[in-house]
């Protein structure tokens, strides 16, 4: 067999093929993985161009196995055996009440997580797979069916919808806070400024104060929020609170409010889809999120009827 390239085959890619081989149908591989038929019908080209050279043979009732496909088959199989019983692998719930939900670790922890049993359990049962990431993945290629991020706007290849937009205020530790005070926003610029991924943030806030900000070196910034919350929770400086991701660290004292003016954050939160109709769980769970974001239900059901 000879590859088009050096780099390995994803996991996913073989874990397509061996339910594709298994079923003898890309729409029966789909629903036993519980992704879309396209999902797999790509994973498989993906695995075919990697190869260099064709695994199935598409007849109208479904597929078989070349001589090739069935040689790697046999491969894929006994690996995937060999794995099961010799390792301590999780294994992902399957089903149809199964949705696959990404999203970044600040808003997996602080707003999905308080969520999620009312996601899950009301009005019928759902379970939520979360795949916390940083990265913007291909939805339908990675067997996604919704993400849940922040931005500007929407993302080309998928159907969006703003979820909510926060409007920011500066918060500090109990002990930071009294040191500021209270009276001009200048005076939150003589202790270190805590950023974000980017200077975003702080800029919208001092702008709306009618001055400039541009980071300095005693200001620190870091990647993820989570992050962010600590630092400020541990007296590092002043940090922006970021309603609804703040509530809770709000209403336990630890971090508290240094100056009540707010301004509305360059970013917005939005939830995403593949293109085409969404599976019946994943619409379930979306109608869900948007009574929790408090998004109007006729914004949502737009959203699950766009077809991109």
Known sequence: MDHSSDTMVPLETLRAFDAAARTGSFSAAAEKLNITHGAVSRQIAKLEDWLGLKVFDRGARGVSLTIEGNRLHLRTAEAFALISTHSDRWVEPRGTAVVRLTSIPSVSGLWLMPRMA???????????????????????????????????????????????????????????????????????????????????????????????????????????????????????????????????????????????????????????????????????LSRRIAVEAGLPMEKMEAFLEAEG
């Not at 009005?123 to 991020?149: H, W, Y």
């Not at 971090?255 to 707010?262: G, I, L």
């Open 118 to 284: 009312a996601l899950e359990n009301h009005p019928s049962k759902l379970r939520i797979v979360l795949d916390v990431d940083i990265r913007q993945a291909d939805l339908a290629d990675e067997g996604i069916d919704l993400s849940i991020r922040c931005g500007r706007g929407g993302i080309p290849g998928r159907i969006s919808v703003k979820l909510f937009e926060e409007h920011v205020f500066p918060v500090a530790s109990q002990s930071l806070a009294g040191e500021i005070g209270r009276g001009d926003p200048a005076r939150l610029l003589k202790f270190p400024l805590i950023n974000d991924s980017d200077a975003s943030g702080w800029r919208a806030w001092f702008a709306a104060q009618g001055m400039d900000y541009r980071p300095r070196p005693q200001d620190r910034r870091f990647e993820d929020y989570n992050l962010v919350l600590d630092a400020a929770a541990h007296g590092l400086g002043i940090a922006l609170a970021r309603p609804p991701l703040t509530v809770d660290q709000l209403k336990s004292g630890r971090v508290v409010a240094v100056d009540e003016r707010t301004a509305l954050n360059p970013v917005s939160y939005w939830l995403d889809r593949p293109l085409g109709r969404p599976r019946t769980a994943a619409a379930e």
